[in-house]
Structures are given as structure tokens and as C-alpha cells.
């Protein structure tokens, strides 16, 4: 055969060794090495995609597409490095479209560039000063170059031959791999096992299969299968008033009160109880509420791509989140089953509160979803400027008393949820409004400035209740707390870094998704500290019990289980952890490939559990109930 020309294959070379350069990199951020048994599944993917493109492309713009290609590829790994860094999870393209979201958030995601990230875009810089350089060359030299591309026939036929071989070579190669990636429900291993770019088409088609197989399903015969195994649970404690048998513990000990619920932004449990090296008390607001009401230090966030919204989606409907998409953008087309409906049948009004624009995470569609019957955001408020959201928690409550108020004086019972804002990364506290002395030793750092803004959520909650108070709403207000998701990130603050400050037991996995879970009753000096594990679909039925309402005489299908009611505890993660991941009273237990190469940390030691092989029935119950739950999301009814 004929020598190639040049022209043709360079750029189809020049790109694939430019991406696979990129996609080592990649690796690295993911894997903290390359693992070379990977890199065939990225090189086979990459070389049928461009050879796709050189078959599909007309000689003259083959340039501008290879250029332009490269660039959506490198945009694509940037983002891709960017959003691993933040949520330890390897991303799908469906994931990447809730970049829109970005902008709103700008500060916490500047806080997670580094200078190597940029490194998706040093060939166009390179690129660039090469053809500043030969544009002065020509200028000093006085010529012009051109070039003239004559292709013999023959030499582009076998070219093009080439190419579609390899093509096939390539698909066919990768098709082993996506069958091979469809067997490991670890996300992160099924990257580092078939590549990037195999894994994303494992994800399109098995999401179109579960589209599919969705679209042929049936949600009565989805709740039967749910109540089914539902019934195989091994450690519930069957109390149930409406089949003749006893009342469940502290069942309706808040019946007929108000519910105020707050939703604390990046609240993690550590600094419940917590003492700084000068003596100042972190959080005293919610130390006193706890040590009067029942309080929860064993909760564990289950957020997926939503974050905030997927935790407001997950306490008012006890429903997994997909983990595919946010609920809000995903679901809230749907009539989704709530705690708002739940109460609104009991001739509650529920209202919730935010100051951020309503259409941020599609709020917009989730709040009419849950059926809230008003949403308060950012123009209702006044904007005293305390971060990139706008107004701070003080002026949040400012409003919310007002509307509850004005419910009260109509006697009307009624629902509030506010979610806050002011301790949302970076943790930046205005001057003005910093209550808490810090240790010369945190001033300055992030993790005094996390410390800074918890301490501020909690002085925030201090005036809410001294406004509720005054306006004759305490003493028949249930209050119910909870942290959304972590707020610490370990390539910021290092879990040495906080033992060492702070003197408590820290682990970068169970102590960041750690929460605080706290209820209290007025009137009722309960002071309870339950060791029960928990996440977050096991609130709304630990709430419905205390406020009486039996979701079982509802029909309400939850997917969490009551706290207080409970033998033993088991619920699944997945997003910041990979799929198959779970945790119970004992364990977090995080898969391999599969059950058997997994790992299991003990929850209260924080120390490495070698034997769990009693757990296996925890982990195929798992992830057979949180299959069923993304069935029973997907199969409920749209909203008229």
C-alpha cells in the first residue's frame, strides 16, 4: 500500500494521543494513579470515536472539527475533574447537564480549582503561542504559505479503509466492555475497569432499559412488590394501631401542633456538643433543644445530584433519590406523595421558605410537586446581602414569623419548612454578623470559618424561636432540625487538621456524611439521645409518628423506616458513594465489583471491620429496595 499522506492522519493521530492524553490525566484525579489494566477500554473508545468522526467529516473542515471536538472534550474533563473533586463520584453526561446550576454557586465551586485541573487545555495553549510564533516568522521572512491538498483517489479510499477497519475493531472491542461494565454496580470501578468514555454509554443504555422496562410497569404492582419485601425486613418492630395491635412509642405525643422544620445547609454533626479550645460553645441553640427533645447522632445524608433539593425531596417523601438527576429537575413533573399532602388533610396550610430565586435546583417544579401551597423566595425578602444568596437566616425566620403569624391569627394550623443558606461553603460570615470568638489557632482557616458560620445558623435559630415565642406560636410548635449534606471537604480540611483543632474523632467518609437529627415537643421534657442509625427517608415517618399520623391507615409507601419503632436500622447511599453502598447500626459498607472485595467501617470506632460477611443479606436488601424505589418514582402519576 501507497504511503498515507500526512494531512490525513495527523489529525485523526495528533487528536487521539491528545485525548488519551487527557483521559490519563483524568485518571489520575479519579484513581490517584492511572491503572493501566483500564486504559485499553479508554484507548478502544477513543479510536472508534474518531475514526467515526474522520469517515463523517469533509476533508476542509476537518480541522475545525478535530479543534472543535477537542475542545467540548476538554471542556468536558475539566468539568468532569471539577465535579469529582466535589461529590467523590464519577459523573454520567446526564449528571453534567445540571452544570446550568453553576453560576449560583460559583464561590463553593472556586474553592475547589486547583492548577492542575487546567491541564485539559494546555495543548490549546501550546497551540496557540506555536501559531503566534510562525505568524512572525512569516512576517520577518517576507512569504506567505499555502498549501495545496492534492489527494489522489486511491490514497483516500485506502485511508478510509483503514479507518472503517479500526472503526469496527474499536466498536467491537468496546462492546465487551460496556457488557462487562453492566455487571459492577460500583460507579467508580466501572470507570477504572472499562473508561470514561465505555461508561457513559453503560449508562445510556441502562438507563434506556430501565426507561423501558418503566414504561411497561405497573405502580400497584410496584407498592405490592415494596410492601413485600418491605415485609421481609428483619429488624422492624410491628406496632401498628390500625391492625388492633399497640400504638407505636411516642406515637401523636405532638398531635394537632404547628411544624416548623429546618433544613441546615452543609450541617454536620460534629459540632452538636462542641466545645472550642477557649471554652465557646458552637452550637448552644440546638445543645439545649436537643438535651430536651430526642436527638439523632447516628444520621447519614442519602443526596444525589440535587444536594439541597434532594434533601428537602427526601424528608417530605421518605423516596431515594435516583441519583441519575436531581429529583427537582427529574420528578417534579410528577403528583409526588408528601408530608405537605399528608398534613394538608388535616387542614394544615404548608409553606416553605428560601431566599435564593425559586427556579435554583427547579424549585419551581419541586415545591408544586410536594404541594406545598406557597413557596417565599428571593423577592420576599430584603436583601441585607450576607452571601451570594442574598439575605441571611435572620431575615429569613424575619419573614416566616410574619406569614405564621398571620396563619395563626386565622387559626390555622400550619407546616413551615425554611432552608437556610448563611452557613453555605465558602462559610464566609460578614463582619457584622459573626457572633462567636474564635481560637487564635482556627482564625483565618476554613475550618474556622465552617465553625464560624455553624455557630451563626445556631444564633439564627435562637432569634426564631425568641420570635415565636413572643409571637404566642412556641408552646404549640413542633420543631424538627436536620443537616442536608456535609460541608467540609477533605482536599480543604483534612481530618488530622480537625482531631487536631477540635479534639474529636474525625473520618473523611462517616463523620463528612454525618448529620444532626433533632426533634423537639414543647411541653415534653423528653431528653432522649437515640444510638438508632438513620438517613434521611427514615425523617418523614419518624415525624409523621410523633405528629400521629399512621402512614400505613394512609397508604403512604416510605421507603425509611420509623426511628423510634425500630429494632435495628438499614439504609442505602449512593451518588457520593458508589451503588451497593449501605448503613446500618454497626457498619458502613461500601462495595467493590461486587459484595465479597468490599469494605466495612465500623460507625462508632471509625475503625476498618475485616469480617462482613453476616451483612450480605443487609446488601442485597439494599439495593433490591432502592431499585424498587426508583421504579415507584418513575411510575407516579404527572401533575395536570
Known amino acids: 500500500m501507497e504511503r498515507i499522506h500526512a494531512w490525513y492522519k495527523s489529525k485523526l493521530v495528533m487528536t487521539g494521543l491528545l485525548f488519551v492524553l487527557k483521559l490519563m490525566l483524568l485518571r489520575m484525579f479519579f484513581f490517584g494513579e492511572i491503572y493501566w489494566s483500564g486504559l485499553p477500554g479508554e484507548l478502544l473508545a477513543v479510536l472508534g470515536l474518531l475514526c467515526l468522526v474522520e469517515l463523517l467529516t469533509p476533508d476542509r473542515a476537518k480541522a475545525v472539527v478535530y479543534w472543535s471536538l477537542n475542545a467540548i472534550f476538554s471542556f468536558l474533563l475539566f468539568s468532569t475533574a471539577l465535579y469529582y473533586a466535589h461529590f467523590g463520584t464519577v459523573p454520567t453526561y446526564a449528571v ?5 446550576q453553576v453560576p449560583q454557586v460559583r464561590a463553593s465551586v472556586s ?6 485541573q487546567f491541564l485539559f487545555f494546555a495543548d490549546f495553549v501550546l497551540a496557540a503561542g506555536w501559531q503566534v510564533i510562525r505568524a512572525l516568522r512569516r512576517r520577518r521572512k517576507g512569504s506567505v504559505y499555502t498549501f495545496m491538498l492534492k489527494e489522489q483517489t486511491s490514497r483516500k479510499w485506502a485511508w478510509n479503509t483503514v479507518v472503517t477497519v479500526l472503526l469496527l475493531i474499536s466498536a467491537a472491542s468496546s462492546l465487551y466492555y460496556v457488557r462487562q461494565g453492566k455487571l459492577i454496580d460500583n460507579e467508580l470501578v466501572r470507570a477504572e475497569k472499562v473508561g470514561f468514555l465505555n461508561y457513559q454509554v453503560v449508562a445510556a443504555i441502562s438507563s ?9 410497569g405497573n405502580i400497584e404492582e410496584t407498592k405490592a412488590n415494596i410492601e413485600k419485601l418491605q415485609s421481609s425486613y428483619p429488624y422492624r418492630t410491628e406496632t401498628d394501631a390500625v391492625d388492633g395491635m399497640r400504638s407505636p412509642d411516642y406515637f401523636g405525643i405532638a398531635e394537632g401542633m404547628n411544624l416548623i422544620v429546618i433544613q441546615m445547609e452543609s450541617f454536620q454533626n460534629f459540632p452538636i456538643n462542641l466545645k472550642l479550645n477557649n471554652g465557646a460553645e458552637v452550637t448552644p441553640v440546638l445543645n439545649k433543644l436537643a438535651g430536651e427533645g430526642i436527638y439523632f447522632p447516628h444520621i447519614y445524608q442519602q443526596i444525589g445530584q440535587g444536594n439541597t433539593s434532594d434533601a428537602e425531596f427526601m424528608f417530605n417523601t421518605s423516596i431515594y433519590p435516583t441519583a441519575a438527576v436531581a429529583m427537582s429537575t427529574g420528578y417534579g413533573d410528577r403528583e409526588l406523595p408528601s408530608l405537605p399532602r399528608l398534613l394538608q388533610q388535616q387542614g394544615y396550610t404548608a409553606n416553605t421558605f428560601h431566599v435564593n430565586n425559586v427556579t435554583f435546583w427547579d424549585r419551581n417544579k419541586l415545591y408544586p410537586a410536594l404541594n406545598f401551597n406557597q413557596y417565599y423566595d428571593k423577592p420576599a425578602f430584603n436583601n441585607d446581602h450576607f452571601n451570594d444568596y442574598g439575605a441571611s437566616d435572620e431575615e429569613m425566620y424575619r419573614v416566616g414569623v410574619e406569614k405564621m403569624k398571620d396563619l395563626h391569627a386565622r387559626n390555622k394550623r400550619f407546616y413551615a419548612q425554611f432552608v437556610t443558606t448563611s452557613s453555605h461553603s465558602p462559610f464566609v460570615v460578614p463582619e457584622s454578623f459573626q457572633q462567636i470568638e474564635l481560637p487564635a489557632e482556627l482564625e483565618g482557616t476554613n475550618l474556622g470559618n465552617y465553625m464560624n458560620a455553624i455557630h451563626y445558623t445556631d444564633y439564627a435559630i435562637g432569634e426564631l424561636i425568641g420570635q415565636l415565642k413572643e409571637a404566642d406560636l412556641w408552646d404549640n410548635t413542633m420543631l424538627v432540625f436536620y443537616g442536608d449534606h456535609f460541608g467540609l471537604q477533605p482536599k480543604e480540611t483534612s481530618a488530622q487538621e480537625i482531631e487536631a ?6 473520618d473523611d467518609t462517616i463523620s463528612r456524611f454525618n448529620i444532626p437529627f433533632i426533634i423537639h415537643v414543647p411541653g415534653k421534657p423528653l431528653g432522649i439521645v437515640s444510638e438508632r442509625a438513620g438517613g434521611q427517608v427514615d425523617m418523614l415517618p419518624t415525624v409523621a409518628n410523633i405528629l400521629g399520623l399512621s402512614l400505613k391507615r394512609e397508604q403512604f409507601t416510605a421507603f425509611g423506616q ?18 451497593g453502598s449501605f ?5 458502613m459498607f461500601i462495595p467493590g465489583q461486587g459484595f465479597e472485595d468490599g469494605q466495612a467501617i465500623s460507625i462508632k470506632t471509625l475503625e476498618p471491620v475485616a469480617d462482613f460477611a453476616q451483612y450480605r443479606q443487609d446488601y442485597e436488601y439494599v439495593t433490591s429496595l432502592m431499585k424498587l424505589s426508583d421504579e415507584y418514582v418513575k411510575l407516579l402519576p404527572k401533575r395536570r
Do not use: C, H, K, W
Open 96 to 100: 453534567l447537564s445540571g452544570l446550568n
Open 111 to 116: 474553592a475547589l480549582l486547583r492548577p492542575e
Open 208 to 216: 434506556r432499559e430501565e426507561d423501558q422496562m418503566i414504561a411497561e
Open 501 to 506: 483543632q477540635l479534639g474529636v474523632p474525625y
Open 562 to 579: 420509623d426511628l423510634l419503632n425500630i429494632d435495628r436500622n438499614l439504609f442505602g447511599v449512593r451518588y457520593y458513594l458508589p451503588t
Open 583 to 587: 448503613f446500618n447500626d454497626e457498619i
